[in-house]
């Protein structure tokens, strides 16, 4: 769809609330998200294409700069195409476990267990590989520019992650580095750089998280506020 320039239109979506139910909203909310772990052990069920669809617009309505939205996700439930993502991801993790990854790296993830086997790639239903777009083809097939796009591809992958979340499924974002041969079995053009590759199904019966995996920082390790009692130094 074609928008006119500078074309505005009323806000209809915002809801007020009243401080109450903000703040009971607000809590509820946290609970909800504070629940939520990074899952290792992935039950096979299908997971319904409709909920993952669903999820997808509405990481789709996430804010990006310009607007331009410059992401693409591709969704593997293919066990073959699955089948080559674990072989050439755990390729990238035997070398990254045995020498190209800093001492100081391997001792920060000491506490999660991993290694590098990857069962779960295959595993789990549904794998979507998030692709984030250097640059927008006009239907005349010139190029744009895109803006923000770290920022705008990470704010739409948390969108999908809480959506995924809430509908009641389970995540894991797994990142093999370098990540290129990802465009090749999802066929996306080089231009675009694969960063994350998301896990997505079922937890697996019994299945087990890493206790450190819980452990967040309270409040008044990441958020400072700054009112005007404060003043300026």
Same mark, same amino acid.
């Given at each position: 769809?074609?928008?006119?320039?500078?074309?505005?239109?009323?806000?209809? /979506?915002?809801?007020?609330?009243?401080? !109450?139910?903000?703040?009971?909203?607000?809590? %509820?909310?946290?609970?909800?998200?504070?629940?939520?772990? %990074?899952?290792?052990?992935?039950? /096979?069920?299908?997971?319904?294409?409709?909920?993952?669809?669903? &999820?997808?617009?509405?990481? #789709?309505?996430?804010?990006?700069?310009?607007?331009?939205? *410059?992401? $693409?996700? /591709?969704?593997?439930?293919?066990?073959?195409?699955?089948?080559?993502?674990? @072989?050439?991801?755990?390729?990238?993790?035997?070398?990254?476990?045995?020498?190209?990854?800093?001492?100081?790296?391997?001792?920060?993830?000491?506490?999660?267990?991993?290694?590098?086997?990857?069962?779960?790639?295959?595993?789990?239903?549904?794998?979507?590989?998030? $692709?984030?777009?250097?640059?927008?083809?006009?239907?005349? #097939?010139?190029?744009?520019? @895109?803006?923000?796009?770290?920022?705008?591809? #990470?704010?739409?992958?948390?969108?999908?992650?809480?959506?995924? @979340? @809430?509908?009641?499924?389970?995540?894991?974002?797994?990142?093999? /580095? *370098?990540? !290129? $041969?990802?465009?090749?079995? &999802?066929?996306?053009?080089?231009?675009?750089?694969?960063?994350?590759?998301?896990?997505?199904?079922?937890?697996?019966?019994? &299945?087990?998280?890493?206790?450190?995996?819980?452990?967040?920082?309270?409040?008044?390790?990441?958020?400072?506020?700054?009112?005007?009692?404060?003043?300026?130094?």
């Amino acid at each position: 769809m074609t928008v006119p320039k500078f074309a505005q239109e009323p806000l209809r /979506s915002f809801r007020e609330f009243a401080p !109450g139910a903000m703040l009971e909203r607000a809590r %509820s909310f946290y609970e909800e998200m504070a629940g939520r772990r %990074s899952v290792r052990d992935f039950d /096979s069920r299908p997971v319904p294409r409709e909920v993952i669809d669903r &999820c997808l617009l509405t990481a #789709g309505t996430a804010p990006s700069g310009a607007n331009q939205q *410059p992401w $693409f996700f /591709s969704v593997i439930t293919d066990p073959t195409r699955k089948q080559r993502i674990r @072989h050439a991801a755990e390729q990238e993790e035997r070398e990254f476990y045995a020498g190209r990854a800093p001492q100081e790296w391997l001792d920060a993830l000491a506490p999660l267990g991993t290694d590098p086997n990857k069962p779960f790639l295959e595993e789990a239903p549904v794998l979507v590989v998030i $692709f984030a777009q250097k640059y927008g083809v006009r239907p005349d #097939g010139s190029r744009f520019s @895109h803006y923000y796009v770290p920022e705008s591809v #990470g704010i739409a992958t948390g969108f999908l992650i809480a959506a995924l @979340h @809430h509908a009641g499924l389970a995540t894991l974002t797994h990142t093999p /580095s *370098p990540m !290129g $041969f990802l465009n090749e079995i &999802c066929g996306r053009p080089l231009s675009e750089k694969p960063v994350i590759l998301l896990v997505v199904g079922y937890p697996k019966a019994g &299945c087990l998280v890493p206790v450190q995996g819980g452990v967040k920082k309270p409040l008044a390790q990441f958020v400072a506020w700054l009112d005007a009692s404060e003043g300026l130094s």
